[in-house]
Nanobody, 127 residues
C-alpha cells in the first residue's frame, strides 16, 4: 500500500522560505511521477509543481515559477518543495501526490492523474 507523508509546513512571514518534504513508501518510488498540490479555503485544489520519475522534467503553475523548486531523491524515496519569496496567497494545505502510471513520459499537472495522496501540511504566510 502506497503511503505518503508530508512535513515541513508552518507559519512564515511574507518573503520567507519553507521546505516541504514528502516521504513515500509501499512501492518503487523511482518509477512514478510525483506532484505537490495545494488547496486554499474556498478554492479548488491545484497542482503547484510536479516532477518526472527520473527527475529530469518538471511542471510549475505560473504563479510559483521562479519562486518554488521541486526535487526528488530516488534513493531516499523523498520529494521536496523549496518555497522562496512566499506570499500570503501561497497560504494553503499542501499535499504530496503520486502518479498511478509507472514511467509516464510526461509530467501531468492535473489531479486526475494522481491516485495516491498524503494527509497534507498547512502552510500559512502572514503579510
Amino acid at each position: 500500500q502506497v503511503q505518503l507523508a508530508e512535513s515541513g509546513g508552518g507559519l512564515v512571514q511574507a518573503g520567507g522560505s519553507l521546505r516541504l518534504s514528502c516521504a513515500a513508501s509501499g512501492r518503487t518510488f523511482s518509477r512514478y511521477v510525483m506532484g505537490w498540490f495545494r488547496q486554499a479555503p474556498g478554492k479548488e485544489r491545484e497542482c503547484v509543481a510536479a516532477i518526472s520519475w527520473h527527475g529530469g522534467s518538471t511542471y510549475y503553475v505560473d504563479s510559483v515559477k521562479g519562486r518554488f523548486d521541486i526535487s526528488r531523491d530516488n534513493v531516499k524515496n523523498k520529494m521536496y518543495l523549496q518555497m522562496n519569496s512566499l506570499k500570503p496567497e501561497d497560504t494553503a494545505v499542501y499535499y504530496c501526490a503520486a502518479d498511478r502510471v509507472p514511467f509516464r513520459p510526461v509530467v501531468p499537472g492535473t489531479s486526475e492523474e494522481y491516485d495516491y495522496w498524503g494527509q497534507g501540511t498547512q502552510v500559512t504566510v502572514s503579510s
